[in-house]
């Protein structure tokens, strides 16, 4: 039961009216965020100045305040960023919520005392990213919410960073910071907190009219006691951009959950679900009752749980202690709450009564009317001399002056020492290569070949599959190979150490990874590394954060612009994924399985999702996740000679035979353009994500 009530029930505020909700309803901290470089720009935010009175009344009820500063970062934008976190140390913030490696860089140089905290846009589903984490300073990583039980205690027990758990909300179809597809279709991007909800529309595969990307909404508030048992720090609460009826219900029975009383989950029902809740991913069984829309009955339930939530319940008070002394001598007020917090208001000396005497009864009422203040007093006695006299006015001014200052003593907060950061991104000059090498990456060994490979300068693969290479091939190309470790892999990591330690024998010696986790586990296993798209690299100051890992190149996000990609400044080698069908979803639900089975996307063969215009995307399993891939290929073999300071173009690979990938190739190394009747994109780099 202690260990329950220690837990932290972390609210979201997309607006001044949910945050005071949140904090009425009992939230122990707060998330939110300003108006721009969050992961909700949609939502209705907060100003300079109202973040600054949010801090405050945060504080005064005890609550903590996180900044979302969660979204990846343009080099446009780092002083606004390096401004921002000024802002949020000065503002009293407890902590950063932070996605891009490159904003953890710069709250490290300006305030290394501001907590830092992982968001889930971190991709962050295994032990070793945890560890490492921690071991850059990050306190709090915010995990996956496709884990389990079971996964979310192998970190709990194993590292010392503490462990933040979605309990209640939507659910991104897609891992979260590995979704791609409203950044392709629709120039919004996810990771920059324009999302969309491309996965609330309609996907099939035999019927377009299905919705196989949506998820029921997540809630766990029955396995409240049990997150507790396993080592889970915070219960972190979705909803930003729902209302402060949705966050005072929400709060309020994971509270009542947390303190062992009774809870309604007919009320969170009400409040907003799609078609009933799941908890298919934390309990391991992820069938097709995860799966639900927001339908017409759930809208008309939450039309009408609206009404039965008003101002009325929202009541939380915060108890006071009083203490009086009133005499010709001196005329003290002590007000004390159950913090520590304490003050003495001191007032004029009563004066000899004349008619009416003062009485203890007199004092009590008056310094009692807290009805109108954050206040509630709980105990109240003093001493009050013989024969004096105070007016009311003055007991009054008495209980204002003791309350004023009880406010102030609540919302001090912690005091950071800023620096100002010292930033010159032209101390690093781009290695400017003589030409533009080829890279590719293979989803299957059979479209390696030897001549493939004699025209490219590395090949990579997954690391479980390069044991299906041609061993010939394979002995006499080592140096060319990168054993690529899955992008996301829930399985236990000892199958990685031990794979890593296997292909050893095949003389392969580097390894592209996703993840700052799984870059130290290969470092620590001897290999050399290459970075791969999934870390999100958009800035020049995330692309210096990955040189303390010596990588052999840096993949870039293929989410920036040619001009962007071009400015990015970093000595070590950069990388373009240049051609592909590009995953633009990676997921622990297959998306097709439970329309048809997913026998035919397993393995070397690939499904189709079909959306309602008739677009289909191919979709793979491998390694307990599924991918869909956009329906058209990248293709910039003529567009090359844009691109400056590009060490690799790289072929990503997936759908296409051996005999493709070699033309393909030898399309980009004469950087001639497409067939004009074929189809597809440029990707973004020639437009411009909002």
């Avoid at 990168?482 to 095949?506: G, H, M, T, W, Y």
């Avoid at 993840?515 to 001897?526: E, N, P, V």
């Amino acid at each position: 039961m202690d260990n329950i009530s220690k837990l932290e029930i972390l609210a979201p505020a997309g607006s001044y009216d949910s945050l005071k909700s949140a904090v009425y309803a009992g939230a122990d901290s707060v998330y939110f965020g300003a108006k721009a470089l969050n992961a909700r720009r949609n939502a209705a935010n907060f100003t300079d100045e109202e973040i600054k009175s949010a801090v405050d009344f945060c504080h005064l009820y005890d609550v903590k305040t996180y900044l979302t500063l969660n979204t990846l970062m343009f080099d446009s934008e780092i002083k606004a960023v390096t401004d921002q976190i000024i802002f949020a140390c000065n503002a009293g913030f407890d902590a950063i919520i932070v996605q891009d490696l490159g904003v953890i860089s710069l709250i490290k140089q300006i305030c290394p005392d501001m907590p830092v905290h992982a968001s889930t846009q971190m991709s962050v589903h295994n032990l070793a990213d945890a560890n490492e984490l921690y071991a850059l300073g990050v306190e709090r990583v915010v995990l996956s919410r496709e884990m389990s039980r079971n996964e979310i205690l192998n970190i709990t027990q194993n590292s010392r960073i503490e462990a933040e758990v979605f309990v209640h909300g939507a659910l991104c179809y897609s891992i979260s910071g590995q979704c791609y597809f409203s950044a392709f279709l629709g120039e919004r991007s996810g990771n920059r907190g324009l999302c969309a909800q491309v996965c609330r529309l309609p996907f099939g595969v035999t019927d377009n009219t299905r919705y196989n990307l949506s998820l029921k909404d997540l809630s766990l508030i029955d396995y409240v006691s049990e997150l507790s048992e396993i080592g889970v720090k915070a219960l972190k609460i979705e909803g930003r951009m729902k209302g402060a009826n949705y966050v005072y219900t929400a709060v309020s029975q994971f509270k009542n959950a947390a303190a062992n009383k009774s809870y309604d989950k007919d009320m969170l029902e009400k409040s907003f679900s799609r078609s009933g809740f799941t908890q298919s991913y934390f309990l391991s069984k992820i069938d097709a009752d995860m799966f639900g829309i927001r339908s017409d009955e759930d809208i008309s339930k939450s039309k009408e749980s609206r009404t039965l939530i008003t101002a009325e319940i929202y009541k939380r008070k915060i108890p006071v202690n009083m203490k009086f002394n009133i005499s010709t001598d001196k005329t003290e007020l002590l007000i004390s709450d159950y913090s520590g917090n304490m003050f003495i208001s001191i007032g004029n000396s009563a004066q000899a009564s004349v008619n009416k005497s003062l009485t203890n009864d007199d004092v009590i009422k008056s310094l009692s009317k807290l009805n109108d203040t954050h206040f509630l007093l709980d105990n109240i006695d003093g001493f009050v001399g013989n024969n004096i006299y105070l007016p009311v006015s003055a007991l009054n001014e008495l209980r204002r002056n003791a309350v004023d200052n009880i406010i102030k003593l609540r919302q001090t907060h912690k005091s950071y020492h800023v620096n100002l950061p010292k930033i010159n991104l032209s101390d690093f000059q781009n290695k400017t290569p003589a030409e533009i090498k080829l890279t590719a990456s293979f989803i299957n060994a059979d479209q390696i070949s030897e001549r493939i490979l004699k025209s490219v300068e590395y090949a990579s693969i997954d690391l479980f599959k390069l044991h299906e290479v041609d061993k010939d091939i394979l002995s006499k190309y080592s140096n060319k190979f990168v054993a690529e470790i899955p992008r996301i892999f829930f399985e236990d990591e000892k199958l990685i150490q031990a794979e890593l330690n296997r292909i050893k024998s095949l003389d392969i010696n580097k390894v592209k990874c996703h993840s700052l986790g799984r870059m130290k586990l290969a470092i620590d296993c001897g290999f050399d590394v290459a970075t791969g798209f999934g870390l999100n690299i958009t800035n020049s100051l995330s692309a210096q954060f990955l040189s303390r890992y010596n990588p052999i190149y840096i993949t870039l996000s293929p989410e920036l612009s040619v001009n962007q990609i071009n400015n990015i400044k970093t000595y070590d080698q950069k990388v373009v994924i240049g051609y592909g069908h590009f995953p633009l979803m990676i997921t622990r639900a297959c998306p097709v399985k439970y329309e048809i089975g997913c026998e035919k996307c397993k393995k070397n063969n690939c499904t189709y999702l079909t959306d309602r215009k008739g677009k289909k995307f191919a979709v793979q399993c491998n390694n307990n996740v599924s991918q869909i891939f956009n329906s058209v290929p990248i293709y910039i073999a003529d567009k090359l000679d844009d691109f400056k300071g590009l060490s690799f173009c790289e072929m990503f690979f997936t759908t296409e035979g051996e005999s493709m990938c070699h033309k393909i190739i030898s399309m980009y190394l004469q950087k001639k353009p497409l067939d004009t009747h074929a189809e597809f994109t440029r990707g973004i780099y020639f437009r411009k994500l909002k």
